[in-house]
């Protein structure tokens, strides 16, 4: 059974929550501390495998997008005739 993805959005919170930890300490406990570096490593190189993952299913869905669009991928579309392009919105 494969692993599930880890949450990117709960992975930064808890890095938060170890910053602002050690934020609050006036002593830190040697000890407690390096366990909450170790446990902040784990996230950090946790969270950059997830990103590269994501980074390489978006790359994957624009070739397939660029294979369906005859190699114009999603910038080189035009817009359904009646519809607003992009350059004509006044802000």
Not at 36 to 53: N, P, Q
């Amino acid at each position: 059974m494969a692993d599930k993805p880890i949450n990117l959005k709960e992975s930064l919170k808890k890095l938060n929550t170890i910053v602002e930890w050690f934020e609050a300490q006036e002593e830190i406990d040697v000890e407690a501390g390096l366990e909450k570096v170790k446990e902040g490593a784990t996230l950090v190189k946790s969270c950059k495998a997830r990103l590269s993952e994501i980074e390489n299913e978006f790359q994957q869905i624009q070739k397939d997008v660029e294979k369906t669009t005859g190699g114009k991928g999603i910038k080189g579309s035009k817009p359904p005739e009646g519809e607003i392009k992009p350059e004509e919105i006044p802000f």
